[in-house]
């Protein structure tokens, strides 16, 4: 079955304690962190994933979209990520791997992600290390964009190229998802669906993610 993760950028930031409870029958929780450099927007960092660590025990998903990652994914970790994925076009490759080992030496998952213009391909070198590939389906950097169609194709490559490897990796898909564009990414292979808007705006958000699920 797919997995939900709701996306705590979508969140009244004011009362965060009890939105992460209206939420607590999802997956996981999709904690997003822009720099304003790799991508044109800030969004929040380590003190706010250290509070969030101390009112959920669900996994915490955190999607790095920052610029040179390996310099921070230690102390993500450190403070309570449970799987930490970053930009493959965020540094070069030898950072690259560096980032993702030291995140899987720490004991946590690693992923990467793919920007919409960016190739699944780019990340089939590191798939030895890999324990989530992240589709973007809408330009990093802002929440409530419009699903780009295109990231079908990309999904389903994901797909096999997961499959083609044996690495049993998760394909996660965000931007864009909803009703309709959640049951076209799990028909193109995607395993984890990444919801903001959508679940935070629901007046039944358990409801909301069940449907996302496909079980409604």
Do not use: W
């Not at 994925?85 to 690259?96: G, L, M, Q």
């Not at 808007?197 to 496909?214: H, Q």
């Amino acid at each position: 079955m797919v997995k939900i993760a709701p996306s705590l950028l979508s969140a009244d930031f004011t009362r965060l304690d009890r939105e992460i409870e209206s939420i607590k029958s999802c997956d996981l929780l999709h904690f997003d962190v822009m720099d304003g450099v790799f991508v044109p927007n800030i969004s929040f960092g380590l003190p706010v994933l250290r509070a969030v660590r101390g009112v959920t025990a669900l996994p915490l998903d955190v999607h790095l979209m920052i610029t040179r990652p390996i310099r921070f994914v230690e102390r993500f970790c450190e403070l309570g990520a449970d799987i930490v994925t970053f930009h493959v076009e965020a540094d070069e490759p030898e950072n690259i791997r560096g980032a993702l080992l030291k995140i899987r030496a720490l004991g946590k998952k690693a992923g990467l992600s793919v920007k919409p213009a960016t190739p699944v391909s780019a990340v089939e070198p590191y798939a030895d290390l890999l324990d989530n590939i992240l589709i973007m389906a809408v330009e990093p950097g802002f929440g409530g964009q419009s699903f780009m169609t295109a990231a079908l194709d990309k999904i389903s490559a994901a797909s096999a190229l997961v499959s083609r490897l044996g690495t049993g990796c998760d394909v996660e898909v965000d931007g864009g998802v909803n009703r309709e564009t959640a049951r076209l990414c799990r028909e193109a292979g995607a395993t984890v669906l990444v919801a903001g808007s959508d679940v935070f705006r629901a007046p039944d958000r358990r409801a909301e993610i069940e449907f996302l699920r496909g079980q409604l």
